[in-house]
Each structure stands twice: as structure tokens, then as C-alpha cells.
């Protein structure tokens, strides 16, 4: 499967506490992306990086990606009550016209 | 909010009947794609159009048909609905020649409950 697939399936924090979820994928790809879903409501585009790209930033997130290891990260940093969602990965393969493959995504709870 | 809508936000159908769902991409948009997403899964690409043609379509069974209109706009239809097909269907629409490699916004969904 070309679809990324995320880990862990389930975090739970406190809040101010930094989340991190991780994000492996199988073919090469040109960017991959991250997005957000609060309860099973449209997903919210995050953040992209590109293939060329290593670290990217955002507000309280930050991305890595490895390409040579297949394997993207999200940090969210200082996490809130308000963070609690579903977060997918979406690593987009060349020459799929730029679909999005999602895997089953990570679901984060913020505990005040 | 994104600027793509979707309508209707709920529906409920029987095994056998046909559905309808509506599509309006963000301004200047010209590609759209539509997703399913079975509960506790992440979304499935059904297809994509560009420009009124279909430019890419994931694994699903030729009752699920598509159609972009002039605006840009979108429809996606279900024939002979099955139980599995209860799921939030998403819209996405994004920019660009053909929407590759591009951030995609998505509506609201509509929850499609086959009965």
C-alpha cells in the first residue's frame, strides 16, 4: 500500500505537554502532508513539505521528513485542550495526479 | 471555513436506492475530489476532476459515478447503495493545473447513512 500510516493510533496528554506523531509511507513521493480532523467533521489542511524539504514549522508545529527512511513527524508543541482531533498523514506520490492516500490516522486527546 | 460546501449534511437511504451528493468548490478552484471515510478509517480516494473530466480514480466499483460541472462545481452519484456504503463522503477542492501536489480544501462532509 502507498497510503501512510500513522503511530501511534491513539495519545493521550496533558495539556502543555508536546505531542508527537510519526508517519511512515512506501513510495517515493513529492511532498507529503499533514491534516487535522475534529470529530468526524471535514479535515483542516496543516502543513506541507516537500520532498527537497527537511523541517518545516508552523505556529506550534513542526514536521520532519526522512525521505531516505520513508518517514515523516508531526510535533505539536504546548499542546491545548482545543488540539484534541484525528491527525492523518498524506504522503502524495508522483504521478497520482495528486491524490491524497490517508492511513488510519492518530487520534489525540488533550486532557485539561 | 474552507469555502467548499457540501449538501446535504445527513441523508438516509435503503440498500438498493441512489444517491446524489453536491459539491461546491472554493473560488477559483478548478479540480475536485471526493473522498470516502468509513467510521474509525481515514478517507479513501474515490476520484478526482479537472476540469470537467475525470483525472484519476481510486478502487471503487463503477456504481459510483461523477460528474464537475462549468463552475467547477461537483456531484457524486451511488448507485445501487449497499450497507457498506454508510460512510462521511468528503469534497475537496484545490488549485492549480490538474490540483497536483497542492494543499486540498475539504467541505463539511455529508454522512450518508444506508439503512
Known amino acids: 500500500s502507498q497510503q501512510g500510516e500513522e503511530d501511534p493510533q491513539a495519545l493521550s496528554i496533558q495539556e502543555g505537554e508536546n505531542a508527537t506523531m510519526n508517519c511512515s509511507y512506501k513510495?517515493?513521493?513529492?511532498?507529503l502532508q499533514w491534516y487535522r480532523q475534529n470529530s468526524g467533521r471535514g479535515l483542516v489542511h496543516l502543513i506541507l513539505i516537500r520532498s527537497n524539504e527537511r523541517e518545516k514549522h508552523s505556529g506550534r508545529l513542526r514536521v520532519t521528513l526522512d525521505t531516505s527512511k520513508k518517514s515523516s513527524s508531526l510535533l505539536i508543541t504546548a499542546s491545548r485542550a482545543a488540539d484534541t482531533a484525528s491527525y492523518f498523514c498524506?504522503?502524495?506520490?508522483?504521478?497520482?495526479?495528486?491524490?491524497?492516500?490517508f492511513g488510519q490516522g492518530t487520534e489525540l486527546s488533550v486532557k485539561p | 471555513e474552507t469555502g467548499v460546501t457540501q449538501s446535504p449534511t445527513h441523508l438516509i437511504k435503503t440498500r438498493g436506492q441512489q444517491v446524489t451528493l453536491r459539491c461546491s468548490s472554493q473560488?477559483?478552484?478548478?479540480?475536485v475530489s471526493w473522498y470516502q471515510q468509513a467510521l474509525g478509517q481515514g478517507p479513501q480516494f474515490i476520484f478526482q476532476?479537472?476540469?470537467?473530466?475525470?483525472?484519476g480514480r481510486g478502487n471503487f466499483p463503477p456504481r459510483f459515478s461523477g460528474l464537475q460541472f462549468p463552475n467547477y462545481s461537483s456531484e457524486l452519484n451511488v448507485n445501487a447503495l449497499e450497507l457498506d456504503d454508510s460512510a462521511l463522503y468528503l469534497c475537496?477542492?484545490?488549485?492549480?493545473?490538474?490540483?497536483?501536489?497542492?494543499?486540498?480544501?475539504f467541505g463539511p462532509g455529508t454522512r450518508l447513512t444506508v439503512l
Open positions: 473560488s477559483g478552484h478548478n479540480t
Open positions: 513510495t517515493s513521493i513529492n511532498n
Open positions: 475537496a477542492s484545490s488549485p492549480g493545473l490538474r490540483g497536483q501536489y497542492n494543499e486540498q480544501f
Open positions: 476532476y479537472y476540469r470537467e473530466e475525470e483525472n
Open positions: 498524506a504522503p502524495t506520490p508522483y504521478n497520482q495526479g495528486g491524490k491524497l492516500i
